[in-house]
């Protein structure tokens, strides 16, 4: 079993920052690939960056690549996201993930599939 609490978000302006933090439960997290995820109202949830479980290997959507960056603690059992340059679009619900299949230490994911736990949420608002 594996918990994951998200935490961080708010209410920012246009172009100001935000760190979201992903705290997990449980000894073996640092062999998980982990991954943010957002949702918008009336959007489908959609991948926003991974990161392999040694965080030496990671991805991030074309939308939020150069303002977001996806690092990993795994000391502290912590996935962070830091968000620079916001805009309004990047209002949602983001919600951490851990695939807990058997991968190697530089693999990451975009298939929501293969994320077996996910966190409840935090709601990050950006206002124009």
């Known amino acids: 079993q594996v918990q994951l609490v998200e935490s961080g978000g708010g209410l920012v302006q246009t172009g100001g920052s935000l760190r979201l933090s992903c705290a997990a439960s449980?000894?073996?997290?640092?062999?998980?690939?982990t991954g943010w995820f957002r949702q918008a109202p009336g959007k489908e949830r959609e991948v926003v960056s991974a990161i392999s479980s040694s965080g030496g290997s990671t991805y991030s959507a074309d939308s939020v690549k150069g303002r977001f960056t996806i690092s990993r603690d795994n000391a502290k059992n912590t996935v962070y996201l830091q968000m620079n340059s916001l805009k309004p679009e990047d209002t949602a619900v983001y919600y951490c993930a851990a695939a807990t299949g058997k991968y190697g230490l530089g693999y990451w994911t975009t298939d929501r599939s293969k994320y077996d736990y996910w966190g409840q949420g935090t709601q990050v608002t950006v206002s124009a």
């Open positions: 449980g000894r073996t997290f640092s062999s998980y690939p």
